[in-house]
């Protein structure tokens, strides 16, 4: 749900009191943090690298936004890309992404 610290004017991302941009970007990216949970190895975890984002309808205060990602497709070099839709509660797209994550050793990227 849409809350007053998610919106433009609350994030400094423009000054009206819809869905921020920032704030939806931080929900797709969420959604591909759970959606490659699967593919990861012990130890490993995955770091966002590429986002390709479309916001295309604002999402006023209230208002429920739904945010999928599709399973992982395999890229070169141990990165994973994924599909991202965001819908409103008249499942009306909200927008639509690409991102991509790397899968990198947590301990060794953390060093």
């Known amino acids: 749900m849409v809350a007053e610290q998610d919106t433009a004017l609350a994030l400094g991302s423009g000054d009206v009191p819809v869905l921020a941009t920032p704030r939806l ?3 797709m990216e969420a959604a591909t943090v759970d959606a ?14 590429r986002v390709n984002l479309s916001h295309l309808r604002p999402s006023p205060v209230g208002s ?19 599909e991202v839709v965001a819908s409103d509660e008249s499942d009306r797209v909200v927008a639509t992404a690409t991102v991509d994550r790397a899968v990198v050793d947590r301990q060794r990227f953390l060093g």
Request: charge should be negative; charged fraction near 15%; avoid cysteine.
């Open 25 to 27: 970007l931080a929900w």
């Open 36 to 49: 490659a949970a699967g593919s990861l190895g012990p130890g490993q975890t995955s770091v966002g690298v």
């Open 64 to 82: 429920t936004v739904q945010v999928v990602a599709s399973d992982p497709e395999p890229l070169e070099r141990g990165r994973l890309s994924f």
